[in-house]
């Protein structure tokens, strides 16, 4: 997973002072997923995007990991490509 970075910086005597945060140690398993179904995009034909996830990205077990997408999809953040199996739209 790539490592993605925060840039937060506070004004001291007028100079800005840039942090880095890796946000990856600092998100939860479901952002995790989220970022996972983001990086693996495949467009099919025009317009349809869909994302391919298996727990072997993820290194969760199967078990959490599909509670987890459960989850998302009940909050509808994702939805499946077509009622296949470990395809899903970001919606």
Do not use: G, H, P, W
């Amino acid at each position: 997973m790539d490592k993605t970075y925060l840039i937060c910086y506070t004004l001291t005597k007028r100079k800005k002072v840039f942090i880095l945060f890796n946000l990856v140690d600092f998100a939860n398993d479901k952002c995790r997923i989220m970022k996972c179904l983001c990086d693996n995009q495949r467009e099919v034909k025009k317009y349809k995007i869909y994302c391919i996830i298996t727990t072997r990205y993820l290194y969760f077990s199967k078990n959490k990991t599909n509670k987890m997408i459960q989850e998302l999809k009940k909050d509808n953040f994702i939805d499946s490509f077509n009622n296949i199996k470990e395809k899903y739209i970001i919606i």
